[in-house]
Every structure is written in structure tokens, then in C-alpha cells.
């Protein structure tokens, strides 16, 4: 009886690994040749969505994944790549807001507030692409955050006829950054999970127009 449980526990283990990779694959080679991290190379588009996360990690200190998407960002709207921004994140309570936080902080980086727009609930990264194109009615957008995380972003845009590309902020690779990837690769799997049910943004609303 054991031999039989664990033989089915390292079949089970085998299925995993396989589905990781296999999802990890496809959504990488789906992005091949659309992320760049030389400003010069990189393509223009009219909006750069950069997505969101908190600007402080849980002990207090600076979050470098946030501070690396605000340079990124200021770096392709100094090039002339975008004309404007698009920051979409968690305003989950009136305790946490992620767009205000950015936009804040954009500024002060010398970025004018008038390029700049919010999307309160880009809850998750499906929401944010959903948002961007049935929302904000963007056909194609520059995806600014970490290399792993855009590959995730263009999958999905491609995926709702939206023409995503993603300029690369720095990346982590403190003890922090691999606890991330590590995340990343169960975020992946959960993409296809999310399109197999035809999982749909938490919220919708009335159309808004950039520019």
C-alpha cells in the first residue's frame, strides 16, 4: 500500500513539474523578441502601462521591484518611446493605493500629470491587460515592470487582441528576487487555469480615453 502511494504521489509530483515547465514555455516563447531593455531599440507606442506593486516590502523598506519600474519608466518617457502612462494597480482600501502612490512618485521623477492615468483595479495582472484594452481601448501598449513579469502580461494581452511589447526594469537578485520567481512560475500556471474558465477582471465600468 505504500509503494502504491508513493508511487502515485511521484507521478503526481513528475504531472507538476511537466505542466510548470510546459506553461512556463509557452508563455516565454510567446514573448520572444517582445521585451527589450535598451531604450534605443525599443519601439514607440502612445502608452506605457506599468503595472502595479507596493512601493515598501513588510518589513518597512524600500520595495526595489517599485522603485525599478519608476526609473524604467521615467527612462522611456525622457526617450520619447511613450507619450503617456498608464498605472494600473491595487486600490484595494483606502489604506492601500498603489496608482496614487506611482503617480506621486512619477512626478517627482519630473514626469507631467497630465500624461499620467490611473486605473484603480488592476487587481491582479489579467485585470490590468483586460482593463487596458476594453477599458482604456489601447490596441497596443508598452508593459513596464521585470522581464519575467511582462512575458506573463503579453501572453495575456495577446490573448484579447491586444498588441503588447515590455520595456525590462532592472530585476532583483537578493534572496527577495528568487522567492518572486519562484511565485512566478505558479502565477503562470494560474494563466491558463484563469483562461480555461474564462476568468473575468473584478470590475469593468465605463470606458476612458487617453489622451
Known sequence: ??????KI????FILLVFVIFTCNIIISNTADGKTFTDISSTPKNRVGLVLGTSNKLTNGSPNPYYTYRINATK?????RKIEFILVSGDNGSIYYNEPDTFKKDLIKAGIPER???????????????FRAKFIFGLNNVTVISQKFHNERAIYIAKQK?????GFNAQDVSTSQGIKVQLREYLARVKVFIDMLLNTQPK???TTIEIK
Open 161 to 165: 487582441g491586444l498588441n503588447a511589447i
Open 115 to 129: 500624461a499620467i492615468f490611473l486605473d484603480y483595479a488592476g487587481f491582479r495582472t489579467l485585470d490590468s491587460m
Open 75 to 79: 527612462a522611456l518617457y525622457n526617450a
Open 203 to 205: 470590475f469593468y465600468g
Open 9 to 12: 504521489l511521484g507521478l503526481l
Open 1 to 6: 500500500m505504500l509503494k502504491k502511494i508513493l
